[in-house]
């Protein structure tokens, strides 16, 4: 066992033949909605596009009566959010090697036409045994976004969200918000949008003003300051 959720469990597995260790996702058909099983579907058709040494990747997809079970190489390093939570902060060039490394993925499914939506450190998996490369995870709230169409649906987390998923008008920028926030944290150890709940912390989004002038950023360069600033553009067009 490697660990549970609302709709079931991952568990270690063992390939009898080439005897590869992977890790097995069981989800228990009773427990998801209709709703929740059609974007389980779509889901899945999205992650069979996507091969990438950056992504998660998926091997086998198994059915019975009662369970799916959806077969994925094995990352034994836990999240990225948990290495920002142990270290605090990260020098420039730890944070240039994270951030690379997700927006090779994310540059990767953006020419698929796939926006990821919930662009975080709890979707940052660390691999030790391919030199702590990161695969990008949770494909559960991306999209297919047909002709370069402006999306509408809301979906994020609040630390991460971009304004203009709030406003209900995007397209694919919004993943390079997130990634924003991310180098904002990992060079700071603080998010650049806060507040009390998610409610607050999504007003503060939906301002989309932050600070870079505190003691944590004196040590940092101009030249990566410029780099968030990019990736944090409130008027993306």
């Given at each position: 066992?490697?660990?549970?959720?609302?709709f079931?469990?991952?568990?270690k597995?063992?390939?009898r033949?080439?005897?590869?260790?992977?890790?097995v996702?069981l989800?228990?058909?009773?427990?998801?909605?209709?709703?929740?099983?059609k974007?389980f579907?779509?889901?899945?058709?999205?992650?069979?596009?996507?091969?990438?040494?950056?992504?998660?990747?998926?091997?086998?997809?198994?059915?019975?009566?009662?369970?799916?079970?959806?077969?994925?190489?094995?990352?034994?390093?836990?999240?990225?959010?948990?290495?920002?939570?142990?270290?605090?902060?990260?020098?420039?060039?730890?944070?240039a090697?994270?951030?690379q490394?997700?927006?090779?993925?994310?540059?990767?499914?953006?020419?698929?036409?796939?926006?990821?939506?919930?662009?975080?450190?709890e979707n940052?998996?660390i691999?030790?045994?391919?030199?702590?490369?990161?695969?990008i995870i949770?494909f559960?709230?991306?999209?297919?976004?047909?002709?370069?169409?402006?999306l509408t649906h809301?979906?994020?987390?609040s630390y991460?969200?971009?304004?203009?998923v709030?406003?209900?008008k995007?397209?694919?920028?919004?993943d390079?918000?997130?990634?924003?926030?991310?180098?904002?944290?990992?060079?700071?150890?603080?998010?650049?949008?806060?507040?009390?709940?998610d409610?607050?912390?999504t007003?503060?989004v939906?301002v989309?003003?932050?600070?870079?002038?505190?003691?944590?950023?004196?040590p940092?360069s101009?030249?990566?300051?410029?780099?968030?600033?990019s990736m944090?553009?409130?008027?993306?067009?």
């Amino acid at each position: 066992m490697l660990g549970q959720g609302a709709f079931g469990e991952v568990r270690k597995c063992i390939n009898r033949k080439t005897k590869v260790i992977r890790a097995v996702k069981l989800i228990r058909k009773d427990a998801m909605t209709k709703e929740e099983e059609k974007n389980f579907q779509d889901e899945i058709k999205i992650l069979k596009q996507l091969d990438h040494p950056n992504i998660l990747k998926l091997y086998e997809i198994y059915t019975d009566e009662k369970r799916y079970y959806i077969v994925t190489e094995l990352c034994k390093g836990g999240e990225l959010f948990e290495s920002i939570l142990k270290q605090g902060t990260f020098s420039e060039r730890e944070a240039a090697q994270i951030i690379q490394q997700i927006l090779m993925a994310v540059a990767y499914f953006h020419d698929l036409n796939i926006v990821h939506r919930d662009i975080k450190p709890e979707n940052v998996l660390i691999d030790p045994q391919q030199n702590n490369c990161l695969k990008i995870i949770d494909f559960g709230s991306s999209v297919l976004q047909q002709d370069h169409e402006m999306l509408t649906h809301t979906h994020g987390t609040s630390y991460y969200i971009a304004p203009e998923v709030l406003k209900k008008k995007y397209n694919e920028k919004c993943d390079v918000w997130s990634i924003g926030v991310i180098l904002f944290i990992l060079l700071s150890g603080k998010p650049p949008f806060d507040g009390k709940d998610d409610n607050e912390i999504t007003e503060n989004v939906k301002v989309g003003s932050y600070k870079m002038n505190d003691d944590s950023w004196k040590p940092i360069s101009e030249d990566a300051k410029k780099l968030i600033k990019s990736m944090l553009t409130y008027d993306y067009n």
